[in-house]
């Protein structure tokens, strides 16, 4: 429990997060929770369950790949308020 601490208190100063010591061992707790929970998942038996990627049998509609419109660059470049060459600047 205590390696688990110090590896959160040094996350929490890469993210530049200001934990009280409250608040560190309330979020340790919950990550307890969450892996003994994670835990009972591992033990479920899925050896007769066919594996799938979606319950649903239709295609996905969202995609199409017929369609392929483009823009010409130099007209985009038109529309830059910041250009170099033939790149639009982002600051």
């Not at 929770?33 to 239709?58: G, Q, R």
């Amino acid at each position: 429990m205590e390696k688990k601490k110090e590896e959160l208190i040094k996350l929490t100063k890469i993210l530049h997060f200001e934990m009280n010591e409250t608040q560190l061992q309330s979020l340790l707790d919950e990550f307890d929770s969450v892996i003994n929970k994670l835990k009972l998942l591992s033990n479920v038996d899925t050896h007769a369950v066919e594996p799938t990627y979606s319950p649903l049998k239709k295609n996905s509609t969202i995609l199409r790949e017929d369609i392929a419109t483009t823009t010409d660059a130099s007209k985009i470049l038109e529309n830059a308020p910041n250009k170099k060459g033939d790149f639009v600047v982002v600051k």
